[in-house]
């Protein structure tokens, strides 16, 4: 295996989002690493600001490189590994271990799943963060059951997502759905026919009705916050007891007086490949795709943290680091 440099992208400065083109040598693995050779990855909106604002979770590197998601095919494997060179995986990787912004790189074998069969190299490389963290906001942290899947044992549960339209939130909605909840997005009226395809039963149109109002002859189960933006309005749909969980805040620190809730929290979503591996299934048996923005070239790494860091993607942004 050729050990000439390839391309990398760097954060020299981690109190800066710029970022810089370099070679970097082929990483050698570790005894649990794949070594996979990049096809695509999606920037994370604030990815940039995260080795400055948490330094204790990050090493001490030459180079640091960002992205945390990508797709791509096995070019060396683990003693052990489920798969073999030449397979077809997508994957997440902790923030803190060297990224995807780059022609080659390593990832843990706990991290790996199959590459769905029925997403583009494109579409794979947009789905691993975004479909974890609605999974485990459900089934890990909240009040569904993922063997409830196909069997709809979860029927009568009642699950409210915020910013419901977005990446995470159709995700939600496609997997509660599956599950049998009762599924209410929040959300624009104008994406309201989304919603409702992805499994929502009831959308609450943000722009012309409060939650408040609706609350007062509704509540849920659930509340999975996708946005981090005005959690104190979204309390009153929240059954006292019930579950609010946020991927982005502490709802706990919005909670009115006198409410009660069994959980409360801000979660992290954990780069876990037997979970992507059942979302690669029913990926497959349902035709599921991500939501994206657009695709752009590896060359412009910069153009696609700057359009996700400034609020301007309506979806995944994907940077393709080969065609090949």
């Known amino acids: 295996m050729s050990t000439a440099p390839a391309r990398a992208v760097i954060q020299p400065d ?31 909106l604030g990815e940039l600001t995260w080795e400055s604002a948490y330094p204790e979770m990050f090493s001490k590197r030459i180079h640091r490189v960002p992205g945390t998601e990508g797709a791509g095919v096995v070019l060396a494997t683990p003693a052990n590994g489920q798969f073999k060179v030449g397979d077809a995986v997508m994957f997440r990787l902790d923030a803190w271990l060297s990224g995807t ?17 029925s997403l583009s190299w494109t579409e794979a490389s947009a789905t691993p963060l975004s479909s974890l963290t609605a999974w485990q906001g459900l089934f890990e942290h909240g009040v569904l059951d993922a063997s409830s899947i196909g069997e709809a044992k979860d029927k009568g549960k ?8 977005g990446s995470v939130g159709m995700w939600a909605l496609r997997f509660g759905h599956a599950a049998g909840a009762t599924m209410v997005a929040l959300g624009s009226g104008a994406k309201a026919a989304d919603m409702k395809a992805a499994g929502a039963a009831e959308v609450i149109d943000y722009r012309t009705q409060s939650v408040d109002d609706w609350a007062k002859n509704n509540s849920v189960d659930q ?10 309005k979204v309390w009153s749909a929240l059954k006292d007891g019930g579950r609010f969980l946020s991927m982005c805040t502490d709802p706990s620190q919005s909670k009115p007086e006198g409410k009660t809730a069994e959980v409360a929290k801000w979660y992290l979503v954990q780069p876990r490949g037997s979970d992507l591996a059942r979302i690669a299934d029913l990926i497959d048996a349902n035709g599921w795709r991500p939501i994206i923005d657009s695709v752009v070239p590896f060359e412009s790494f910069q153009a696609a943290y700057d359009k996700v860091d400034g609020g301007k993607a309506a979806g995944k942004v994907v940077i393709t680091v080969s065609d090949e």
């Open 14 to 44: 981690p109190a800066k989002s710029l970022l810089q083109a370099t070679s970097l040598t082929l990483p050698s693995p570790g005894v649990d690493d794949y070594l996979i050779a990049m096809r695509g990855t999606a920037p994370c």
């Open 101 to 117: 912004l780059r022609d080659y790189t390593l990832v843990p074998a706990a991290n790996v799943a199959r590459k769905p069969t």
């Open 158 to 165: 009642k699950v409210l997502v915020t910013g419901a339209s």
């Open 223 to 232: 509340v999975l916050d996708c946005t981090g933006k005005d959690t104190a």
